[in-house]
């Protein structure tokens, strides 16, 4: 098992920034791929970034390209998600995740809410 915590999510304007922080525990070796996805009210859960542990290869939707940007501290077992430029279409619960494959995950965390205000 995985257990991943998130934290730094809240009220921002748009355009603003924010950065996400997770922490990672437990059999972490297992998941290969470390990411964030995203929950709209009303909208199915989406993919957001996803990072490897070990090469730093990095995975983005279209929609976050150039806005977000995903980093993972290995000392910390931490993955981040700055994002900038933040537009209230981006308002959303974000959801820390960890898996086997850069779109597809196995794990989940609580998730941290994220409102942008136009």
């Known amino acids: 098992q995985v257990q991943l915590v998130e934290s730094g999510g809240g009220l921002v304007q748009a355009g603003g920034s924010l950065r996400l922080s997770c922490a990672a525990s437990g059999r972490t070796f297992s998941s290969i791929f470390m990411g964030w996805c995203r929950q709209a009210p009303g909208k199915e859960r989406e993919f957001v970034a996803s990072i490897t542990w070990s090469g730093g290869r990095t995975y983005y939707a279209d929609s976050v390209k150039g806005r977000f940007t995903i980093s993972r501290d290995n000392a910390k077992n931490t993955v981040y998600l700055q994002m900038n430029s933040l537009k209230p279409e981006d308002t959303a619960v974000y959801f820390c995740?960890?898996?086997?494959?850069?779109?597809?995950?196995?794990?989940w965390g609580q998730g941290t809410q994220v409102t942008v205000s136009s």
């Open positions: 995740a960890s898996g086997r494959q850069p779109y597809a995950f196995d794990y």
